[in-house]
């Protein structure tokens, strides 16, 4: 058994209780089957304004024939006082119903006053906001390197100036170790001479301390300026500069390495021929020398290791000695870095030493 809609000729399996159609809204007749949906005829006629009350008890099943369930015919339309109209609603065959907001509980619509004539919205002084169409400066964008290269200067030159004054103490101390082997000190020497030594060696420890942060500054801004220069960023990320330049014994091989790469891009001619010639002479020469620097540094310090766990005064005197030493070559090291180093990467312009003159 099926629901059919005679109008709109959709049908559905039977269901008790349903009466109407759902697209429609007419009202559904119960068919046997498919053939006996066909024979009906169709309606035609707008559809109805709701579904009809329906009967209280429940319906009959059908039999023989199909039925046309038809409410009673409704008696004529009382005439209602006119209200405001209500917005429509509309049928889908998606929609079974459609829940509205009832007339009377809109709000009442609040007559317009007339207020005068209202200002234009207009500024009283001249905005300083919005875009600024300021010129590029070049020296601007070259401000932080170079700004980064007097501070690298200014550190090598103090850190030089303390590493001579620990150096001359240390002299001091290794002379005065000399003379007691055969004549006795003052004890006052003595402990004035230790105090020395103790406070030049920190002086000297924080002026390279303040020196190893100026050139890890320094290197970051030189190899942002190098790679800005070709449009790019620099590939390697901060850390890593800092792992590589600012650990002792690592920035042997990394301080370099790092200052190579950004000699490549800043380079003129960079992808045929790299780093010209006088600034690959300059960097190799200023590896080895903090090579030779460092090597020094750390047989001082593992002989001045040797000696505090031995206890032997000649140990003590040769690692005294190789401080001296190291202290003087960082000092001499630092002095000729600072000369050399903030201003490896400007390539100057070549200087004919020779200049021929045609005589006719």
Not at 136 to 141: A, M, N, T, Y
Not at 251 to 278: K, Q, S, T, Y
Not at 349 to 354: E, G, S, T
């Amino acid at each position: 058994m099926y629901d059919m809609c005679p109008r709109c000729r959709i049908q559905a399996p039977h269901r008790d209780g349903r009466e109407h159609c759902p697209r429609c809204g007419g009202n559904l007749v119960v068919v046997e089957s498919a053939q006996a949906a066909a024979r009906v005829p169709r309606q035609s006629g707008p559809p109805t304004a709701g579904p009809p009350t329906r009967p209280a008890g429940p319906p009959a099943p059908p039999a023989g024939p199909p039925v046309n369930r038809r409410a009673a015919p409704r008696p004529a339309p009382q005439q209602r006082p006119q209200q405001t109209q209500a917005p429509r609603m509309y049928r889908s065959r998606n929609v079974r119903w459609v829940a509205r907001r009832p007339p009377e509980s809109f709000p009442q619509r609040r007559p317009q006053v007339y207020r005068g004539p209202r200002l234009i919205p207009r500024y009283t002084y001249l905005p300083r906001w919005g875009l600024r169409d300021d010129p590029i400066d070049e020296h601007r964008l070259d401000a932080p390197a170079e700004r980064a290269s007097e501070t690298l200067r200014s550190a090598l030159v103090i850190s030089a100036g303390a590493l001579a004054a620990s150096a001359v103490v240390h002299l001091l101390r290794y002379i005065l170790l000399v003379i007691n082997r055969g004549t006795p000190l003052p004890a006052w020497l003595i402990v004035v001479s230790g105090a020395l030594v103790i406070l030049a060696g920190l002086v000297a420890l924080v002026a390279v301390i303040s020196t190893l942060v100026a050139t890890v500054r320094w290197l970051i801004a030189v190899r942002e300026h190098a790679y800005r220069h070709r449009g790019r960023r620099d590939p390697r990320p901060r850390w890593q500069i800092i792992v590589l330049a600012g650990i002792p014994v690592v920035n042997v091989i990394g301080a370099p390495l790092l200052l190579h790469e950004a000699a490549n891009a800043a380079a003129d001619d960079w992808r045929e021929r790299g780093v010209d010639g006088m600034t690959r002479a300059a960097l190799d020469r200023l590896w080895v020398a903090w090579a030779l620097v460092n090597a020094l540094a750390i047989w001082a310090a593992i002989t001045w290791a040797v000696s505090l766990a031995s206890g032997s005064i000649q140990t003590g005197a040769d690692a005294l000695a190789l401080i001296t030493i190291s202290a003087a070559v960082s000092a001499a090291f630092a002095f000729w870095a600072s000369r050399h180093l903030p201003n490896v990467l400007v390539a100057d312009d070549p200087v004919v030493k020779k200049r021929w003159v045609a005589v006719a």
